[in-house]
């Protein structure tokens, strides 16, 4: 059974900064994109960030500059290093692991909480 594990949320003073990361376990992973989302309430889930499997890195305009994401190919788990955390930031950040082409698979983590008080 494939699982996407987020951990490192919680709260953090506006400025601060916060690593969540995400172990993905039960298959294996190649030629995808792992990403990072979040969702606040009332509001769509919104791509924060995403990394190739060849490292190639998106983000956000909104966290550009802020957010950094990483992958372990060997060890299956990516990181988000945000930085300088806005109250907007509060959301649920889910993992989330998608490769297009077949066999084609599309996983979601539980999510994980961060919140920046305002």
């Known amino acids: 059974q494939v699982q996407l594990v987020e951990s490192g949320g919680g709260l953090v003073q506006p400025g601060g900064s916060l690593r969540l990361s995400c172990a993905a376990s039960?298959?294996?992973?190649?030629?995808?994109?792992w990403a990072w989302y979040r969702q606040s309430s009332g509001t769509e889930r919104e791509m924060v960030a995403t990394?190739?499997?060849?490292?190639?890195?998106n983000y956000a305009d909104s966290v550009n500059g802020r957010f950094t994401i990483s992958r372990d190919n060997r060890k299956n788990t990516m990181d988000l290093q945000m930085n300088s955390l806005k109250p907007e930031a509060t959301a649920v950040y889910y993992c989330?692991?998608?490769?297009?082409?077949?066999?084609?698979?599309?996983?979601w983590g539980q999510g994980t909480q961060v919140a920046v008080p305002s």
């Open positions: 990394v190739t499997s060849g490292g190639t890195e």
């Open positions: 039960g298959r294996q992973f190649y030629g995808d994109v």
């Open positions: 989330n692991v998608r490769r297009r082409y077949t066999p084609g698979y599309n996983y």
